[in-house]
């Protein structure tokens, strides 16, 4: 299973990855947990140390690994080999495999080709080549995503809190994975305090693209300011992650019959 988890900046995209990596990974052998967000919070989310997390460059910034599979002339290779890229350089927690992506090279005096093409190939080793669970913190964005490897995702998530900007930000988001062929879009309702925000959130799309909705809790927001690795997630957190997991899982067969 392959997904995607995209949204506003500061919806919670990441405590809803983090959860679904580690109830993921309870019943799957392998789980990659790929932090393609510049704000890269996902490594301590999952439970990964302060010391182990500093020690990790992100993928796109391995020059000499990435000058050894695209070479360094005019002409580099559109699929190098970089299956080996995703076990030497992911951090290991139990089953867990945390992988930092980095950010897409952005043009100006330099060309970044071949920094963005190695990504590119990475992701398709991860999305197309691998049957691993695979669970991405995307960001607001999915410029990690071409035609290519979106074919590989199952679901893109997008996580709203009840608000218009969140709301519109889904929405985009929703579009420009349609663009790229990904079929299935669905949404996660965070921080609901109320009937009046959870009939928000229910107004703006479809009933059956929305998965789930998860309370407000002070407890996750407390969470969210400590340093070091999350808490274990608890609560009704875990119960609503839970069901969204299930449903996660019942969509997937459902398009795979």
């Known amino acids: 299973m392959k997904i995607a988890i995209s949204g506003k900046g500061g919806v919670g995209k990441t405590t809803v990855a983090s959860t679904l990596v580690r109830l993921f990974a309870e019943t799957h ?5 790929v932090d393609a967000d510049p704000d890269a919070c996902l490594a301590a989310a999952v439970g990964i140390d302060d010391e182990q997390i500093e020690s990790v460059k992100p993928l796109v910034e391995l020059k000499e690994v990435i000058d050894e599979r695209m070479g360094t002339g005019a002409l580099y290779p559109i699929n190098p080999k970089v299956d080996d890229v995703l076990d030497d350089y992911s951090i290991p927690l139990g089953n867990i495999r945390f992988l930092r992506m980095g950010a897409i090279k952005q043009g100006g005096s330099a ?11 990475v992701m398709s080793a991860l999305l197309l080549d691998k049957d691993d669970v695979v ?3 995307m960001g607001a964005g999915i410029e990690h995503l071409t035609r290519g490897t979106a074919r590989g995702v199952d679901v893109m ?7 218009k900007n969140s709301v519109n930000t889904a929405k985009t988001v929703k579009q420009l994975a349609k663009d790229l062929g990904i079929e299935k879009v669905r ?12 009939e928000f959130v229910l107004n703006q799309f479809e009933a059956d693209e929305i998965l789930g909705f998860i309370p407000f ?3 996750v927001w407390e969470s969210s300011m400590d340093k070091g690795p999350a808490a274990e997630p608890g609560g009704e957190l875990l119960r609503n992650m839970k069901k969204i997991k299930e449903k996660l899982l019942q969509e997937v067969a459902k398009g795979r019959d």
């Open 29 to 33: 052998n392998t789980v990659f947990a």
């Open 111 to 121: 060309c970044y080709c071949r920094e963005n093409n190695f990504l590119s190939a």
């Open 135 to 137: 669970v991405m913190d």
């Open 157 to 163: 998530l997008v996580v709203i809190e009840p608000s």
């Open 187 to 198: 949404f996660i309702g965070n921080k609901i305090r109320n009937q009046k925000e959870k």
């Open 217 to 219: 809790d002070d407890d």
